[in-house]
Structures are given as C-alpha cells and as structure tokens.
T-cell receptor, first 114, second 112 residues
Framework: AQKITQTQPGMFVQEKEAVTLDCTYD???????LFWYKQPSSGEMIFLIYQGSYDEQNATEGRYSLNFQKARKSANLVISASQLGDSAMYFC???????????FGKGTSLLVTP | KAGVTQTPRYLIKTRGQQVTLSCSPI?????VSWYQQTPGQGLQFLFEYFSETQRNKGNFPGRFSGRQFSNSRSEMNVSTLELGDSALYLCASAGQGNSPLHFGNGTRLTVT
C-alpha cells in the first residue's frame, strides 16, 4: 500500500520569502508519480507540479519547484517569493499506475503574512 | 476548454435517504475519479472509472457506488445516508499518460 506523509499541519511565511513544504512517501512500486495540489478556502483543487519517479531532474513550474530525493522518498514543494494569494492548504499526492487514483497526504495549511 | 463540472454544488439530505452526484469531465478525458474530503479523514479516494469500467476502488462500503456513461460523464450514488457521509465530494478527470487530475469545484453534502 502507498502512504503519503505531510508532517507540517501548519506553516507561516512572510511575503516574498521562500518556503518548503515537506512530503514523504512510501511505496514498493518503481513507477509512480508525485503531485502537489493547492486548495484555497474556496475548495477548488489546483494542480501545481508533477514529478515522475524516473525523472532525473527536479520539476519546476514558475515559482514552484519540487525537491525530489528518491532514495529518501521525499518530494518537498518549494515556493519561492511567497505571495499573499499563496495562503491555502497544500496536498502532496501519489499515483501508482495503472489508473489515475491519487493517494493524498493530510495536507499543510500555509499562511503568508505581510 | 471547459473544466470539470460537478452538480449540484450543495445538497442537504436526511439520514437514510439516497443521493446522486453528477460530474462532467473535461472534453476528451476518459478517466473520472471521485474523492471524499472530510476534516477528520482528509481526502480519500472512492473510485475511478475509465471508458465506462470501474478501474480502481477505494475502501468504502457498498453504499457508495458509481457509474460512467459513454460520453464519460459520471455519477456517484450514496444510499442509506449516514451523518458521517457529510463531506465535500470531489470529482476529477484525467487525460493520458502522466497528465494531472483536474478537479471540479465539488459537491458539499450535508446529512442531517
């Protein structure tokens, strides 16, 4: 069975600072995908970034980057230059093919302060 | 492209009743999956449908069922509602390969 662990229930960061949200995972599969989603208070789930288990380079999408350490089974999300609009819940998730079922972590609540 | 559409947005039902939720995926997406989100249990996978066939199923009782139609639209049904079924139900669709899941805005179900 796959498991995703997010150990930080809540995080604070000052505007324009960088922040790292932790995610560790557990799977015996060799092929898997790791995702990060953002959920603002409105409830919608917004896709941020994806990392495949065979990808050698860390994924980046604008201000988001994924620090992928396969041996440690960690996939931390780094948000650079935080903005007030980044305040939201952040979920790490894993998908093991076949299929598109995602296994989510409990989430981290991020608050960006002025 | 239109996003994933879920209807209705809000629903209030009484314990013992049944409910049907609807999801229209992004055009061209053949995979539709459903998730339950509660404050206590977080986001939990219910089931996934691909080309009208259930491909994966989460650990939920048989009261929770779903189906997918030939146009990829999906419905989720919960029978004999319990208070604990109160949750945000999210539907997501996916294209091919490593494409991410795209979520709808959810249906918030309240069981009284």
């Amino acid at each position: 069975a796959q498991k995703i662990t997010q150990t930080q229930p809540g995080m604070f960061v000052q505007e324009k600072e960088a922040v790292t949200l932790d995610c560790t995972y557990d799977t015996s599969d060799q092929s898997y995908g790791l995702f990060w989603y953002k959920q603002p208070s409105s409830g919608e789930m917004i896709f941020l970034i994806y990392q495949g288990s065979y990808d050698e380079q860390n994924a980046t999408e604008g201000r988001y980057s994924l620090n992928f350490q396969k041996a440690r089974k960690s996939a931390n999300l780094v948000i650079s230059a935080s903005q007030l609009g980044d305040s939201a819940m952040y979920f790490c998730a894993m998908r093991v093919p076949p299929g598109y079922a995602l296994n989510f972590g409990k989430g981290t609540s991020l608050l960006v302060t002025p | 492209k239109a996003g994933v559409t879920q209807t209705p947005r809000y629903l209030i039902k009484t314990r013992g009743q049944q409910v049907t939720l609807s999801c229209s995926p992004i055009s061209g997406h053949r995979s539709v999956s459903w998730y339950q989100q509660t404050p206590g249990q977080g986001l939990q996978f219910l089931f996934e449908y691909f080309s009208e066939t259930q491909r994966n199923k989460g650990n939920f009782p048989g009261r929770f069922s779903g189906r997918q139609f030939s146009n990829s639209r999906s419905e989720m049904n919960v029978s004999t509602l319990e208070l604990g079924d109160s949750a945000l139900y999210l539907c997501a669709s996916a294209g091919q390969g490593n494409s991410p899941l795209h979520f709808g805005n959810g249906t918030r179900l309240t069981v009284t």
